[in-house]
């Protein structure tokens, strides 16, 4: 086939450096058993489904209607069948983790800036030199908004389903099924759900009566699974029966005690490891994700942190710092944050090493020339390029929706969003001869 080779994907298959990702790839993977996909192929997918921003679906299936896409893949003739299947991704996301992606990271950066790295060991120590700048997002997770009602309701339908299963099994050991309400206790939801304008007093009662449901329903489930020799539930549901009962008794706990908050607190079911994280921001004052640290130099950025749990991001300074050091040789000449990274800790670490930071300096402000007062001004400026790096990952690639259920495929799909915002001659070819000098085939 005659393909045009200014085409993107033409453009990225002929300088991606696809041997150095492989080898990073393959040590995920073992050797042994069924022949495996051609790891270009897995590499390849993963960056055409977050580049599109497609489903697993979509993907699998664009990929077998469009021979650019599998020339970028590295197939040598057009193949009109599925090349695997969609369920393939959840397993290549189980594997490979956020710190795999970072490593991939680092391959573009020796690539684009190899020559101003340190090479060897030297016994003198090299001067700072560079920038880093960072910052922390959340990124959120596909779930409805919690509310405790909402909670209490799907948690009293998820035990009514499993009172359903195991009455069943216990029908000859008891002449009647436990009784649930679901009726009553469906109309009471409804009924407070729908009003336009929250009464404190009558959410009050429609939680008390949900929390009397669940007491009711999980008593019934453990009296019917003694009864039994062997548990009849799947996996799933006796998961989510645990989880159901580690619910109740954090909203009890709120109940009896007129608060909001509690240690650890579970805002779904199906994901209990998401945490609701205090941000702040305008029009979104508390997100459901993973908080996320960023940094970024020269344009490629990293997560070096990824947390399910709220965290000061402070604490990411030195992490960072480090990791720059790591794979550059050297420590940064400036760190470009903002004043929640000004801990005494991290100023005294920074200033140990000679590293400036773009926070202003405790006690009498020294005096100022205009020209010192520009530089510092144009130096915290620069930051606000990874809070449009984080702003294209959220806007173009969606890492404010992430689709993924469990909490190792979510933070892969988080760390591949972010290594693919790095590609900037993939959108723009005209950039591509700028970060990708030289084919690496």
Known sequence: ??????????????????????????????????????????????????????????????????????????LDEFYAEPLFAPSLFVE???????????????????????DKMTKGEKTEVPKNKGKIKLDASVADQNIAYPTDLTLLNKAREKTEGIIDILYDHVRDQIKVKPRTYRKVARKKYLAESKKKQVNKKSLRSAIRYHLNCLDRNIRSINEMLDMLQENPLPHKKMRDFWVIQTLNDQQREMYDNKINRCDDRIVNISQPYVRPILRGKA?????????????????????????WDAYNESADLIPHVESYKKLHGYYPELVQVDKIYGTNKNRKWCRERNIRMTVVQKGKQPEQTQYEKRKQRKEFNERNEVEGKIGQAKQSYGMNNIKAKLSKTSQSWIGLIIFVTNHLGFRFPSVCDHIFPFPLH
């Open 92 to 114: 290549w996301r189980k594997k490979l983790g956020n710190d795999t992606f970072n490593e991939f990271s680092d391959i573009l950066s020796r690539i684009c800036y190899g």
């Open 283 to 307: 029009g979104k004052k508390i997100e459901f994700g993973t908080k996320l640290g960023l940094s970024l130099v020269e344009g490629i950025a990293k997560a070096e942190t990824l947390s």
């Open 1 to 74: 086939m005659k393909l045009n080779p200014k085409n993107r994907w033409v453009q990225l298959a002929n300088h991606f450096p696809w041997d150095r990702c492989v080898k990073i790839y393959t040590r995920h993977f073992s050797n042994t058993g069924r022949s495996t996909i051609n790891p270009r192929i897995v590499i390849g997918s993963l960056i055409i489904k977050h580049k599109l921003n497609l489903s697993d679906e979509e993907t699998v299936q664009l990929i077998s209607e469009n021979p650019y896409m599998q020339f970028f893949l590295g």
